[in-house]
């Protein structure tokens, strides 16, 4: 089983919708949640992290965490086509082998 | 405050030769790492500096991928000799401290192996 598990879509939706992402990770050590955003040809940017489970909100974006289940997710509310990139989960755990696991990325386009 | 760069940014080689790629993190940041990213997949961790010291290069195929940060700034990696699945970006990134939650990617170096 893969540390962490992506949908990799493709995600095709229209200018303004709701966007949901999600992973799902196996180890219960993983204590940093963290979602990058990565346009084509660019390295990824951090977009937000957090460490507890619940919610985290940052302008349009929440990041999700539920730790009881292992799941973590991304909304995108009013969805821009400048939102158009891959979205890639990462998980960072500390003591030990501190680094940190990426999914396979999500690749989204909003349509105008 | 200048990013991670990267050079070249597009390399094309043939099988069994080699080949560099240079990274200038952050400046101020102590720590530097090197991933591969295959089309399609995420980053995977290659190999991680803490200044000029190697903390973690536990996924660096060593017989033929080696890495240096002789001053703790300036990294290259090198890949002697080159096989059709090393073809991949090579991602720099750089972080404050080792603790690497926020870490500060390049633009990457897109290798073609023919």
């Known amino acids: 089983q893969k540390e962490v598990e992506q949908d990799p879509g493709p995600l095709s939706v229209p200018e303004g919708a709701i966007v949901s992402l999600n992973c799902t990770y196996s180890?219960?050590?993983?204590?940093?949640f963290m979602w990058y955003r990565q346009y084509s040809r660019k390295g990824p940017e951090l977009l937000m992290y957090t460490y507890s489970s619940g919610n985290k909100e940052d302008g349009r974006f929440t990041a999700q965490v539920d730790k009881s289940s292992k799941y973590i997710s991304l909304f995108i509310r009013d969805s821009q086509p400048s939102d158009s990139a891959t979205y890639l989960c990462?998980?960072?755990?500390?003591?030990?082998?501190?680094?940190?696991?990426f999914g396979k990325g999500t690749k989204l386009t909003v349509n105008p | 405050e200048a990013g991670v760069a990267q050079s070249p940014r597009y390399k094309i080689i043939e099988k069994r030769q080699s080949v560099a790629f240079w990274c200038n993190p952050i400046?101020?940041?102590?720590?530097l790492y090197w991933y591969q990213q295959i089309l399609g997949q995420g980053p995977k961790l290659l190999i991680q500096?803490?200044?000029?010291?190697?903390?973690?290069d536990s996924q660096l195929p060593k017989d033929r991928f080696s890495a240096e940060r002789l001053k703790g700034v300036d990294s290259t990696l090198k890949i002697q000799p080159a096989k059709l699945e090393d073809s991949a970006v090579y991602l720099c990134?750089?972080?404050?401290?080792?603790?690497?939650?926020?870490?500060?990617f390049g633009p990457g170096t897109r290798l073609t192996v023919l």
């Open positions: 180890n219960s050590a993983f204590q940093y």
């Open positions: 990462a998980i960072f755990t500390q003591g030990g082998s501190e680094k940190l696991v």
């Open positions: 500096f803490q200044n000029n010291g190697v903390v973690d």
């Open positions: 990134a750089s972080s404050t401290t080792g603790l690497g939650i926020a870490q500060y």
């Open positions: 400046s101020g940041h102590a720590t």
